[in-house]
């Protein structure tokens, strides 16, 4: 029901509002323009009603994001549409603050009925930067593809917004004020989370590794991350002060991409590569579901670091001790992780690109630990990816296996053979061109195999779709991969979280049982050869990638 003191707005109604990847994303002048939050809410709330929930009038919705540019103005819009809508509890990170994990473990345990999420996650943050929408949904998660197809479908059509009228709330203080029927409460974005984490890991435990000498970099990039990590690393395990650098969340993350790789967090991977190098450094993006972990002198491949976290979860991560249910890994992601699970009998899973679809094999217990190669690894405690789950996760095996990172990293190898891999991005292309090549790419895929390629034979080319053995959806065009006969891939895919033009996205993986060879050279025939297949200089116009990670 719609509360009775609320306005009906008449609205006009954009033709840009799909969410993507994970959420909408768009330039933040475009969020800017009359109306384009406002749209968006309410065709998330008129979907909702689509889906069975009539009456937000016994409902709680969480709200919060990670503090770029407009985060705290976009609040407010929202509040007042939200309590329009007749939610009857509407909870505020205090600042307008919730790390995306953090969102996910709210909605959780206070089982709300979703939340929305204020980012652009790793993208940079300003007024000429991005800014971005999603919804999770009650499971905690991303709202699937169904979902946000149907809000697209509602943005295409809306016409009217309910809105509350009310003074803007003080956000930054925790307390709670009614406004029509609804109730807004400003909470503490680091309980909840902190909560989830305590009964994951042994922080005693895990403080002995400081005592004992070890150090940690934390690299926030000016995300949200800084509060959650100087509140758990610093204050509860103990880690000295200033392990968190670039603690401060800023609105535009210090003018850089918030993206933990080793391109945009390069001065972390400088310190690591000093001769005074602390023992492990670690980074996470804007809005805190991506990792990096590094090594003196080591970069852990997040394909790697997925696998190495499922070999020693059980036995060092109290959370695990009872073993894991399922694996699975997004496909673009090395096979690091299915030669884990096929050693212990574990079900591994792949899956299309995006967290969303971890979340049914969670829910249906069947997935404990998942990850993705762009820097994300997580597991059932919640249902988004999450930075600084892993770097926890990191530290327990560190300090209960006593060894270092560069010693787990390397027995990783020898046990279980190496994934070599890279990603390899070309941003802003021309749109039209990326397409074409792709659906010219995908319409050759049947007439590849037997075809040599890099010194193999193609054993397999397809554009990869996913059923959801959960509830049987199918996704489509989920990537194109070319397999060879000794396992190596090559896949191509353009981005669903870009703002401007196209993003192609080459994933090359080889396989060997030594660790310790050049990754170029190991890649090199890989990436010449498919450069052809992608038309990248004749058709992208493209002589190297933009990022490399
Ligand atoms: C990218 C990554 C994907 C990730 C998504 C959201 O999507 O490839 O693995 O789930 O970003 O991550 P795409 O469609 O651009 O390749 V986050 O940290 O930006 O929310
Ligand atoms: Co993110």
């Known amino acids: 029901m719609i509360h009775a003191a609320s306005r009906t707005i008449d609205t006009k109604p954009y033709s840009d509002q799909r969410p993507g990847t994970s959420g909408l994303r768009k330039k933040t002048r475009i ?37 770029r540019f407009y985060n705290r103005a976009a609040i407010q819009i929202i509040l007042k549409i939200a309590a329009g809508n007749g939610f009857e509890q509407i909870l505020v990170g205090r600042g307008g603050l919730v790390s995306t994990p953090a969102m996910s ?33 009650q499971n905690g998660g991303p709202a699937p593809e169904s979902f946000t197809e149907r809000i697209f479908a509602k943005s295409r059509e809306i016409n009217r917004f ?5 003074p803007d709330i003080d956000i930054d203080r925790e307390g709670s004020v009614s406004v ?25 435990n895990m403080s002995e590794l400081f005592q004992r000498g070890f ?24 880690a000295s002060p200033g392990t968190v650098i670039r603690g401060n969340a800023l609105v535009d993350f210090g003018g850089l991409h918030p993206d933990p790789n080793q391109v945009h967090a390069a001065n972390l991977v400088r310190m690591m590569s000093s001769s005074s190098a602390p023992d492990m450094g670690a980074a996470c993006d804007g809005d805190g579901d991506r990792n990096m972990i590094l090594g003196r002198n080591l970069f852990v491949s997040p394909g790697d670091s997925l696998a190495i976290i499922a070999q020693h979860a059980s036995e060092c991560i109290p959370g695990y001790g009872a073993g894991l249910a399922g694996v699975a890994r997004s496909m673009p992601t090395s096979t690091a992780i299915d030669r884990v699970a096929a050693e212990s009998g574990t079900p591994c899973y792949e899956t299309p690109t995006g967290w969303k679809f971890f979340g049914n094999l969670m829910d249906d217990g069947r997935c404990t630990i998942c990850g993705e190669e762009s820097f994300g690894t997580g597991s059932d405690h919640i249902r988004e990816k999450d930075g600084v789950w892993a770097v926890l996760s990191w530290l327990a095996i560190l300090a209960a296996r006593r ?12 046990a279980y053979g190496r994934s070599y891999f890279q990603r390899h991005d070309y941003e802003g292309l021309e749109s039209r061109a990326a397409n074409e090549v792709i659906d010219e790419l995908r319409a ?16 397999a080319a397809d554009d990869f779709q996913y059923t959801d053995p959960v509830d ?24 669903g979280t870009g703002t401007v033009g196209a993003t192609l996205r080459m994933y090359y993986e080889r396989v060997l049982n030594r660790g310790d060879e050049p990754i170029q050279k190991m890649l090199k025939p890989l990436i010449e050869s498919s450069c052809e297949y992608f038309q990248i200089r004749s058709r992208l116009n493209r002589e190297q990638p933009t990022v490399i990670t």
């Open 31 to 67: 969020f800017l323009q009359p109306n384009y939050i406002e749209n968006f809410v309410q065709s998330v709330f008129d979907t909702l009603r689509e889906t069975g929930i009539q009456d937000f009038s016994r409902e709680m919705l969480v709200l919060g994001g990670d503090g």
């Open 105 to 137: 473990a709210i909605i959780r345990r206070r089982s709300a009925l979703g939340g929305i999420l204020l980012t652009a996650s790793h993208n940079p943050g300003g007024i000429e930067a991005d800014f971005g929408i999603k919804y999770n949904i």
């Open 162 to 166: 309910y809105s509350l009228d009310f």
């Open 180 to 204: 029509g029927g609804s109730q807004i409460s400003v909470i503490n974005p680091l309980e909840d989370y902190i909560s989830v984490m305590s009964r994951i890991f042994d922080f005693n």
């Open 215 to 238: 150090r940690l970099v934390f690299d926030a990039m000016h995300g949200i991350t800084g509060i959650y990590a100087r509140e758990i690393i610093e204050k509860k395990l103990g």
């Open 403 to 414: 060894r270092s990172i560069e010693e787990l990293v390397k027995g990783h190898w020898q």
């Open 444 to 459: 050759k895929l049947s007439s590849l195999p037997g075809s040599v390629l890099a010194g193999g034979k193609i054993i």
């Open 472 to 495: 049987g959806s199918v996704s489509s065009q989920q990537g194109i991969r070319i397999i060879l006969n000794d396992g190596s891939r090559i896949i191509g895919r353009l981005s």
